[in-house]
């Protein structure tokens, strides 16, 4: 069993920035790829970003490439997602996913977490 808990949510400006942290713990954190997913109301939770396990290969959403920054810290057992020129349309509940491989679909991660609020102004 993995447990996954988000923090850094919140209310910003548009091309303002965030930094998103999902703790885990529960299992060899390092072991395995780490995803960041996001539900809008009323809309499909999208992909977002992942990571694998060593940081080595990560994998972006088209709508945040150059924008958004995931990376990992194993000694801590936690993933970020630095947001950056945030806009209103990034807002969104975003959840963090624990899987094997890096892989942009949903039913690749295992475990989630149970997500944070960003909302983003204009």
């Known amino acids: 069993q993995v447990q996954l808990v988000e923090s850094g949510g919140g209310l910003v400006q548009a091309g303002g920035s965030l930094r998103l942290s999902c703790a885990a713990s529960?299992?060899?954190?390092?072991?395995?790829?780490m995803g960041w997913f996001r539900q809008a109301p009323g809309k499909e939770r999208d992909f977002v970003a992942a990571i694998s396990w060593n940081g080595g290969s990560t994998a972006y959403a088209n709508s945040v490439k150059g924008r958004f920054t995931i990376s990992r810290d194993n000694a801590k057992n936690t993933v970020y997602l630095q947001m950056n020129s945030l806009k209103p349309e990034d807002t969104a509940v975003y959840y963090c996913?624990?899987?094997?491989?890096?892989?942009?679909?949903?039913?690749?991660?295992?475990?989630w977490g149970q997500g944070t609020q960003v909302t983003v102004s204009s």
């Open positions: 529960g299992r060899t954190f390092s072991s395995g790829a």
């Open positions: 996913a624990a899987g094997v491989v890096v892989t942009t679909t949903r039913h690749g991660y295992d475990y």
